[in-house]
């Protein structure tokens, strides 16, 4: 076996980090790497914390991986931070917070940017949970901003999904609506001393009474003050009853578990995103090099052809897809 | 010429309609329709107004069809909806306020759907207004819900973008940070007879003076009170100034606009984002048609392939892609 995947099994966090960073540069080495990984996953338990800026989100973090640490429980967080197409900075100001638990060697920190990922979870945050997973972290959180449909995608990650709101966010209702309300496991509402938290937990709370069907698990509502450390054992109490919720047999004589079943389903999923992009990767290395598609794409810029029509003839071409992906490249 | 082509092209709303419902379903004959639909496009202005759900966009629009209306100038409008992936429906309630624009057949609405999207905006919505402009609407209006890396994709499609916001969204602000002050042309800051509404104007300010290099056009704050019909005026006098910026050649011996520029980079991403998606579409299709791949699938949920690993080595696999793409199918 490869020394760097076993270093990574081993829990080496400069292994760990180096795996990461090849991952995110679409290094071929690491597809060996990582599928030696996946042989080793499936211990961890992931855990997804999203909501709208401002309401505290990397504070929840860093106590509740305080919390976990004191349980004795290794953890790898994940935070996906917005990023400008302009400007390419990240808002990772507020990071500096998690700062004490660089030094412990039990939590390992990386941030992951969104840029040109149009919106929705970046598709390598995957393989990260993947990689923490191998690596022995007993939890994973991964921690996503914005509310509305760029936010279903931590779906597609995190077996217990918590949506963080906090009092006075005038939008935060209708956003519920949006979508946001079906997706959450746990609704959190933090800064709870602020004026208008029970009423806020009260409206959810009438909010999900409205669900159109029974839920087969019904989201409790934790208020916290996460400033404080306020309400997070409550919050991971939540959290593990989800969880049992989850591993139990879906019926008497079901073989699977509701958690592996949704495990399997962001498998295959995943493999469905991986080939796209990575489809879509060889693509455009063609059109990069190619004189003649070029000129096509030059076509489609002046007007001389349509970029849809154009996009399905190009496709109706068998020698453009013949020769786009050799194997050996 | 197909007659169709014809209809849209004289402002038929029944045939915009059905060509419309047309690219929806992805029906292969559409596409002869769009090309010749595309040599009739340039003339519509594209205007995008996005923000987060409750300030008060859909009065918005509808404020400023009828104040266009009144100029003499046609209007179409595409109405992004975010959608949840469980219960399916959107989020059209408040289009019901659009309805006496209905029954003017000078004004064309649609509702798209993000479904099954991603968080981004749906690609279609750019042939959609491809469609509304040969059709010769003046303006084209396109609302979408969210602040946030989702609305990004508002500047794929409009020439200029109206960011609206209103008081007492105190999550507005770090919003803000997060990529929207660099999408918006036009701030507007809705329900300004609430608390608030000049302080956030002036935090608006504040922010673009931060801005770290010299803005080729300094986006103004604009106050409006949607429902009451105030500041729609001013709004469209700014939207006009926006646009006379940008139809200026962009340097003395400048032969293109920068509005020029702009659209021709917007065909060629189309362009790539059509070919990424009907790529896919057509893999997707050759998967569920065929066994081999579809056990292929089954061994990526139970464990057996790593997801990521296994796209990569499929796309590796000439004999998949030679004929997953026949010219005729």
């Known amino acids: 076996m490869n020394d760097e995947v076993a270093r990574v099994l081993g829990g080496d966090q400069r292994a760990i980090s180096r795996t990461m960073t090849s991952l995110e540069r679409r290094d071929p080495a690491v597809i060996s790497a990582i599928k030696l990984l996946d042989h080793h996953t499936g211990h961890a338990y992931c855990i997804g914390i999203t909501g709208p800026p401002g309401v505290g989100k990397s504070t929840l973090v860093d106590r509740l991986t305080g919390h976990l640490r004191k349980l004795g429980l290794t953890v790898g967080i994940i935070a996906v931070d917005p990023d400008s197409p302009f400007s390419g900075g990240s808002i990772l100001g507020d990071r500096i917070r998690m700062q004490r638990h660089y030094l412990d060697s039990g939590v390992f920190i990386r941030s992951v940017s969104t840029r040109g990922q149009g919106g929705g979870l970046p598709r390598i945050v995957k393989s990260l949970v993947r990689v923490l997973d191998a690596a022995g972290k007993d939890v994973i959180l991964v921690e996503t901003v914005g509310v509305g ?32 309300l079906e997706i959450a496991d746990i609704f959190l509402v933090n800064k709870a001393d602020r004026e208008g938290a029970d009423r806020m937990a009260a409206g959810i709370r009438a909010m999900l009474q409205m669900a159109a069907k029974p839920l087969q698990w019904e989201p409790p509502v934790v208020l916290t003050q996460a400033d404080r450390g306020e309400g997070i054992e409550g919050l991971w109490a939540r959290i593990e009853e989800h969880r049992l919720n989850l591993t139990a047999p879906a019926d008497a004589g079901g073989y699977r578990s509701l958690l592996e079943q949704r495990r399997i389903d962001r498998r295959r999923d995943e493999f469905l995103e ?5 489809l879509f990767q060889r693509l455009k290395a063609r059109i990069k090099r190619e004189q003649s598609l070029q000129s096509y794409l030059e076509d489609i810029g002046t007007g001389k052809l349509e970029p849809y029509s154009a996009a399905a003839e190009l496709l109706d071409r068998p020698d453009l897809l013949e020769s786009s992906f050799p194997q050996n490249e």
Do not use: F
């Not at 995608?153 to 519920?176: F, H, K, N, R, Y």
């Open 149 to 180: 449909q760029t936010e279903l995608g931590i779906m597609g990650v995190a077996d217990t999904v918590v949506v963080a709101l906090m009092p006075e966010s005038g939008d935060t209702i209708q956003a519920l609506k949006a979508g946001v």
């Open 274 to 278: 991986a080939l796209q992009e990575e």
